[in-house]
């Protein structure tokens, strides 16, 4: 009789989607009910699966009547199965797909504070399975992770990844409270002294330094936006700071410079912001102004000055071209004679 009702829908699902089976038609397991000799855990239990799939869940009401009448093999969902089925998602993001109605952090919380009432199960869980979220959003063992103590610059943990030692890996995800004893949090103290060492060790020879450019560069780019923290957090680094330049971004470098100067000087500018004033109000030499050509009269189908000059009749396509260049004779007799070979 048991064996029969697996497959007779008796069971009426927390979303109201009609009776359902305990087993599916192939005897795999579809109905879950809600697992523990506490029925303050089962009915913790039911809470957050009704989040992530109340359509194989009994009602509510019928919580402890499933419990006394399930029998083993039914679907039993204790704080050890419903830890499988988070770490099965791997990833914060699937988790979190798979949530309705609730913030995934906020979820993941009351899953936690679950795990901590089923006290002979709670260890092996923690230890073992992959159900707490890093910063790169990857479920890690709890012992993987590190608390953040919050102080971090954004800057340096991206930083660190660059150079090949992403401190996110490590670090447990923001808005979760996970709590960590001091000898397991990591600080911007860690931080500095890990960027500090990586640096050092990877500036000793120009070769490797070129793998790491982007880091460095990243580096030099905060040093020179905080130049007095930049000294108290890393004075040595600082005082050395041409460790960090690339000589193939100082070349190109330098060869900007130069030609912003030649610029600044072409167009009588002081400064930057007086050239952009100058482009902005169209001064300056015709900037972005086209010089008349051949290919160009060709392509326009312009044989005669008089036939350019009734063009440039129109302001837009005048705006495109020097006032002081206009076309010869010659050129219309050259274009005139590519036109007819066309």
Not at 87 to 93: A, R, S, V, Y
Not at 110 to 130: A, P, Q
Not at 246 to 263: P, R, S, V, Y
Request: proline share 3%; with cysteine.
């Amino acid at each position: 009789i048991q064996k029969k009702l697996l497959y007779t829908k008796i069971v009426n699902t927390a979303n109201d989607s009609g009776p359902k089976s305990i087993l599916t038609e192939d005897g795999e397991k579809y109905l879950w009910f809600p697992d523990s000799s506490k029925k303050e855990i089962r009915d913790k239990i039911w809470e957050l699966a009704r989040h992530w799939f109340p359509h194989r869940l009994p009602k509510r009401e019928d919580i402890d009547i499933w419990h006394k009448l399930s029998w083993k093999d039914c679907g039993k969902l204790d704080v050890n199965q419903l830890a499988a089925f988070v770490e099965g998602c791997e990833t914060l993001e699937k988790l979190a797909s798979n949530i309705q109605n609730q913030n995934v952090h906020e979820w993941l919380d009351g899953f936690y504070e679950l795990l901590k009432l089923e006290e002979k199960d709670y260890d092996s869980i923690v230890n073992t399975r992959l159900i707490f979220p890093n910063q790169n959003g990857a479920l890690c063992k709890r012992d993987h992770l590190w608390g953040d103590a919050g102080d971090i610059d954004l800057v340096f943990k991206d930083i660190l990844k660059l150079l090949d030692k992403d401190i996110r890996d490590e670090l447990v995800a923001a808005d979760l409270s996970i709590t960590f004893p001091e000898e397991k949090i990591r600080n911007r103290t860690f931080a500095v002294k890990a960027i500090a060492g990586e640096v050092i060790e990877k500036t000793t020879d120009r070769e490797t330094a070129s793998h790491y450019k982007d880091a460095l560069g990243k580096l030099l780019m905060w040093f020179q936006k905080n130049p007095e923290l930049a000294n108290q957090l890393f004075p040595d680094l600082y005082r050395r700071k041409h460790l960090l330049y690339d000589e193939e971004i100082i070349a190109e470098n330098m060869d900007k410079a130069e030609q912003l100067a030649d610029l600044l000087k072409e167009y009588n500018a002081k400064n930057l912001t007086q050239l952009r004033e100058l482009i902005e109000k169209g001064q300056g030499a015709d900037i972005g102004i086209l010089p008349i050509t051949q290919q160009i009269l060709v392509s326009m189908g312009i044989t005669s000055i008089d036939e350019w000059r009734e063009a440039l009749k129109d302001q837009d396509l005048a705006a495109m071209f020097a006032h002081e260049s206009t076309p010869n004779e010659d050129l219309f007799v050259y274009v005139h004679g590519l036109i007819e070979q066309a």
